[in-house]
């Protein structure tokens, strides 16, 4: 009788791991589906992809981007260069590190302009994407 009662009970805590892995395996998983409707809700489209298909730029192609310091900056670009950074509206000091966006020339505070091009692959003042064009016409390969 002591081997029975030692069976049913070693079967009893075995259901009960299965149990509450099959429980730990359905919460995943509901949460995985509630994230997945928060972020595309039915009849809405999500702000940011309306205007760019890409969340961001990756870190590689943005270390590729000139970076100069503002005293540079006004050699190489004399009056044409602006004052202040568009993003923290702060202006520039000649020792401030600034980051030159290749395509439209804007410059801004390296760690304002890196920031928002981790979120956004455009040019915070005119909208252009600063990642070139077969790039930016080819999904991310992941
Ligand atoms: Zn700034
Ligand atoms: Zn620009």
């Known amino acids: 009788m002591i081997a029975v009662g030692y069976i049913v009970g070693f079967t ?3 259901a009960t791991i299965l ?4 429980m730990i395996a359905i919460f995943f998983h509901m949460q995985r589906t509630s994230a997945y409707h928060r972020q595309q809700p039915a009849g809405t489209v999500p702000v940011h992809s309306i205007n760019n298909f890409h969340p961001g730029i990756d870190e590689a192609t943005l ?3 000139p970076k100069l310091l503002y005293a540079e900056a006004k050699l190489h670009q004399g009056n044409s260069t602006s004052s202040c950074c568009s993003i923290c509206l702060a202006d520039y000091n000649d020792t401030d590190v600034l ?3 290749p395509d439209c020339s804007h410059i801004f505070h390296l760690k304002c302009v890196d920031s928002w091009l981790r979120l956004h692959a455009t040019c915070p003042v005119c909208r252009n994407s600063p990642l070139p064009e077969e790039m930016a016409s080819v999904e991310v390969t992941s």
């Open 12 to 14: 009893l805590c075995m």
């Open 19 to 22: 149990f509450v892995f099959l």
């Open 63 to 65: 270390r590729q981007y």
């Open 99 to 101: 980051r030159l966006l």
